[in-house]
């Protein structure tokens, strides 16, 4: 049996204790949990349109990566939740400017609700 690890950083948004952890690392991967717009220090949505929490949710799983031991362009999965598609369109332009040239394989749904009311949530999982 493979051993897992919990990542934490004070980088990122604090994990509810006990629910969930900002990611684990096993076998070679680092699967991060969801990430929203949300302030690591005061644990609160950051201001803003779809476009400054799509930056803020990459942010976020960014420092989570790096705590890890990776990086965001060795993400090769993204899931991308939107609480409306008309956002899609926003989201993408600000969700284009992260990845190079091989951009991760991506699933994006509009879902009814997200944590804390927001627009937007993402996962990914990243190679070490």
Sequence with gaps: MSSKTAVLTSKAPKPLPGIYSQAIVANGFVYCSGAIAMDAETGKLIDGDITAHTHKCIQNLTAVLEEAGTEINKVIKVNVFLASMDDFVKMNEVYK????????????????????GTDVEIECVAVL
């Design 97 to 116: 400017t992260y990845w190079g040239d091989v951009k991760p394989s991506r699933t994006c749904v509009a879902v009814k609700t997200l944590p804390m």
